[in-house]
């Protein structure tokens, strides 16, 4: 089993900046991928960015040259930088990732967190 705890997130006003961390522990063998998505209230869950384990990095339209998704292995952790933020970024952000939890385990499997809470006032 893996656990993801989510943390950073706040109350910000308009043009500013916070850093999200999800830290993994438990039983992680190999990693895919990991990923940020967002929920606002009455809408669906979409994604925000991805991180392969190779690095690549992949980003939403609506936040493409103002988040950034990185990763310190050392720790088990990936990060969500957030500048720039706008009140349409308001929501409760959730991280994700896909793991085997061991040699044994064939397929890759996705575990979130609890998420956190950011909301953006203008």
């Known amino acids: 089993q893996v656990q993801l705890v989510e943390s950073g997130g706040g109350l910000v006003q308009a043009g500013g900046s916070l850093r999200l961390s999800c830290a993994a522990s438990?039983?992680?063998?190999?990693?895919?991928?990991m990923g940020w998505y967002r929920q606002a209230p009455g809408e669906q869950r979409q994604l925000v960015a991805t991180?392969?384990?190779?690095?690549?990095?992949s980003y939403a339209d609506s936040v493409k040259g103002r988040f950034t998704i990185s990763r310190d292995s050392a720790k088990n952790t990936v990060y969500l930088q957030m500048n720039n933020l706008k009140p349409e970024d308001t929501a409760v952000y959730y991280c994700?990732?896909?793991?085997?939890?061991?040699?044994?385990?064939?397929?890759?499997?996705?575990?979130w967190g609890q998420g956190t809470q950011v909301t953006v006032s203008s």
């Open positions: 994700n990732w896909n793991v085997r939890s061991s040699k044994q385990q064939i397929s890759y499997q996705y575990y």
């Open positions: 438990g039983s992680i063998f190999s990693i895919n991928v």
């Open positions: 991180i392969t384990n190779g690095g690549r990095t």
